[in-house]
């Protein structure tokens, strides 16, 4: 339970993260060095990625303890 607790903190900043990132539209804030920064369709891309493996890692957690 403390680790589901742990990771639910975590999504929840990650989520609050996304949410201010649409008021910071700079181009200052966010990191030059990295290709994904350069264009909102990498952006996009990293966000959906990570989404879909957040999602997959809790199914195959909840499919390996209650299955």
Do not use: C, P
């Not at 680790?3 to 999504?11: G, P, R």
């Not at 181009?27 to 264009?39: A, L, R, V």
């Amino acid at each position: 339970m403390h680790l589901v607790k742990q990771f639910l903190v975590v999504t929840a900043n990650m989520i609050a993260e996304l949410w201010m990132g649409f008021y910071r539209r700079n181009s200052d804030f966010y990191d030059k060095q990295t290709s994904g920064s350069k264009s909102k369709t990498g952006y996009y891309v990293f966000v959906i990625t990570a989404a879909v493996v957040a999602v997959g890692v809790v199914s195959w957690m909840y499919n390996r303890m209650y299955s």
